[in-house]
């Protein structure tokens, strides 16, 4: 969440855009909103679009990263043909 | 210099032996005959002159022989051939005729002996002349002389050339010794040749190597790897790789005798027969031992080896070369500078051969490697001959295959984009079908199409072609019993992956999916709980129940973004446990556990639930996690939670939030606590009044009078009329 707006927001400025980046975020991170926090998103238009570009850039959540398989922990018997 | 011990009797015994076998006369070894000038010198020397062609011819030079050393006089009368232009022909200084000179008298046994030999080569099953002659041939070759030495050295070749004389060499320890004392001390190129030769040819038989061991032959035939002459490069490679093969002991011997350090700079050599022979040292040498893999490494073997793969077409040398580095990829030092050294692509080029061997060698060292290669390039080709593998009815390549396609596609955007688009999951979904209860097929082949599923930009493509590919039922079956725990992990999150894409929730449910991942989930939580007080993780199959714990919740949160998926699972009595994996001490269990209550909590009986669980605390705590994703679901699911709530309730999360939000901003902080009347400003219950109800009522939930300004663009001039009160949070 960002936490470092500048001073002289008010709270309820400050609460509508920490609200909008929630959603937001719910949005990026691939979850559903329920059709009036899809409407708040569209009465604060102008805060989204501020918000859109201070989201975090990375993904936030994809699940478990790949890893990978040691196969070699052991030599195998080698049959000489 | 060895001599052969013999009685005084014996000995006059076989040289009577042998006076009847060849000789008449008596030589006058043993009876000093010869010592004497008389009538039967003559006779002697008649017939000397008959039977041998190389009795030096008189001459009148008499002068000149008191003038040559005793060494040059003992050449002359043994090997006339090697007089050097210019020197005297050593003359028998005879003043009468039949006259013996004392040099001609002390030659007279070696001459004999030569004679001897020369006889005994024509008759292969005489081996006792053999023997006669091996005390001799001893001293011979410890002589000054390097002349001498190299014949001597050449006439016990030719005796290795017959197996009656060859037995009778290698059954003497000091001939041994002397070959090899001649080989390692010799500057003469021809004497190398032949001492190299003659124990190379010793080499073939079991008595013959024990011989050779004994004598201290290897450290000399690691000392001869540095020799400039191909051929004698040739003899003591092939003799060592005899005694590696067959001679117990011989292996410590060589890497004692820093055999390793000589043979690596071999590889160079450009002789594919002799190569082979090289590189099948190096096998026998490091298999199983670690040291040599490291010696090995320190003296760029992995550079040579794979320069190897990549030029020569030779298949036996291929072959032994595979061998090595299979050998060397199970080291962790050796591994990534044999990739570094475009291993993998050299693997590569030898999958689709005719040589069967070749291509499972290959195999196995590419699965050995692949951990250490997931950022080499220029492998598209590997990846698709792979792919093709993967249609194969070889348990052994399958298992390659697969494992290998797994390492590959790990966190590599471009295979996993290269994969799937030549089929790759089609084949891997076949290969899974194939592999029934072999898991080290099915488990990378699972872990494969998890790779696939995420994380690349046709990650869309694959989990569709899982499904048109008709894999979900036989993936889903995998989490049945009996579970392998590792395949189980792999599936639950390739199931979690495909419920990414909607049109596979449906087919996921149908499939039985939910049940399955919350029973799962259930026994793995249970089984957490029993170990709780215990310090010590429960592992099974080596996977820990807590990663099953996180994989399930994570899976069914995907799966929640279905309303009827998340019906289902709220239906099973799945609340009460996402809430208390809140509490997890494992951040992704609480990351997930918020997630899927997120997604429940859009439905109102569900986030009634999860309300009705206690669930405001532990979410209360979340917001303030510095996971954004974690602090992100908790708000959200508080939001949904306290839609039907008293204004105390949604004031108390509002501050909350506000409080978590203005954590690191303790200067609006301030500005809210003292311009935001709290108590008396909040005024809720008027609001209450125009808070919809919860539900999909299609208004703007956020409590202010709808006037029409504020449907525009929020403006940030607009001030805050503290008469408003505190905006309603969802």
Partial sequence: MNREEAPGKSPEEMYIQQKVRVLLMLKKMGSNLTPSEEAFLRNYAGVVHTQMSQLPQHPIDQGAEDVVMAFSRSETEDRRQ | MMSMQMSETESSVKVAEWQQTYYASDSGIQSGATTVRDDEESEYSKKHTVSSATVVESSSEVDAQYTLTRAQ???????????????????????????????????????????????????????????????????????????????????????????????????????????????QSTSDMETARATASVLHSLSHQREGLLAIFK?????????????????????????????????????????LADGLQRMVPLLKKSNPKFLAITTDCLQLLSYGNQESKLIILANGGPESLVYIMRNYNYEKLLWTTSRVLKVLSVCPSNKPAIVDAGGMQALGQHLTGSSQRLIQNSL????????????????????????????????????????????LTCNNARNKALVTQCGGVEALIHAVLRAGEKEDVAEPAVCALRHLTSRHPDAELAQNAVRLHYGIPAIVKLLGQPHYWP????????????????????????????????????????????????????????????????????????????????????????????????YSYVENVKRVAAG???????????????????????????????????????????????????????????????????????????????????????????????????????????????DADLHEAYMPDMGYDPRQGYPEPL
């Avoid at chain 2, 790897?225 to 410590?252: C, D, R, W």
Wanted: proline letters at 5%; aromatic letters at 4%.
């Fill in chain 2, 487 to 582: 395949i189980v992990k792999a599936t639950i999150g390739l199931i979690r992956n495909l419920a990414l894409c909607p049109a596979n929730q449906a087919p996921l449910r149908e499939a039985g999916a939910i049940p399955r991942l919350v029973n799962l989930l259930l026994k793995a939580h249970q089984d957490t709980q029993r170990h709780a007080s215990s310090a010590q993780q429960t592992y099974q199959d080596g996977v820990r129940m807590e990663e099953i714990v996180e994989g399930c919740t994570g899976a069914l949160h995907i799966l929640a973004r279905d309303p009827i998926n998340r019906g289902e699972i709220a239906s099973m009595q799945t609340i009460p446990l996402f809430v208390q994996l809140l």
């Fill in chain 2, 364 to 407: 196995w060292t590419l699965r050995n490697l692949s951990d250490a290669a997931t950022k080499q390039e220029g492998l598209d080709g590997l990846l698709q001959i792979l792919v093709s593998q993967l249609g194969s009815d070889d348990v052994n390549m399958l298992t390659c295959a697969t494992g290998i396609l797994s390492n």
């Fill in chain 2, 73 to 183: 006089r003992v050449r002359a009368a043994m090997f006339p051939e090697t007089l050097v232009e210019g020197e005297a022909v050593l003359s028998t200084t005879q003043s009468e005729p039949g006259q013996q000179t004392n040099v001609q008298r002390l030659a007279e046994p070696s001459q004999l002996l030569k004679t001897a030999i020369v006889h005994l080569i024509n008759y292969q099953d005489d081996a006792d002349l053999a023997t006669r002659a091996v005390p001799e041939l001893t001293k011979l070759l410890a002589d000054d002389d390097q002349v001498v030495v190299n014949k001597a050295a050449m006439i016990v070749n030719q005796l290795t050339r017959k197996e009656a004389s060859r037995r009778v060499l290698m059954q003497s320890p000091q001939m041994v010794a002397a070959i090899v004392r001649a080989m």
């Fill in chain 2, 215 to 255: 004598s201290g032959g290897i450290p000399a035939l690691v000392r001869m790897l540095s020799s400039p002459m191909e051929s004698v490069l040739f003899y003591a490679i092939t003799t060592l790789h005899n005694l590696l093969l067959h001679q117990e002991g011989a292996k410590m011997a060589v890497r």
């Fill in chain 2, 596 to 706: 899927v209550l997120c997604e429940l909590a859009l439905d109102k009986q569900s986030a009634e639930m999860i309300d009705a669980e206690g669930a405001s605390a532990p979410l209360m705590e979340l917001l303030h996690s510095t996971n954004e994703g974690i602090a992100t679901y908790a708000a959200a699911v508080l939001f949904r939670i306290s839609e039907d709530k008293s204004s105390d309730y949604r004031k108390r999360v509002s501050v909350e939030l506000t409080h978590s939000l203005f954590k690191h901003d303790p200067a609006a902080w301030e500005l809210a606590h003292t311009s935001v009347p709290l108590e008396a400003g909040y005024m809720a219950d008027e609001l209450d009044g125009a808070y919809p109800p919860y539900g999909y009522a299609d208004i703007p939930m956020d409590g202010l009078p709808l």
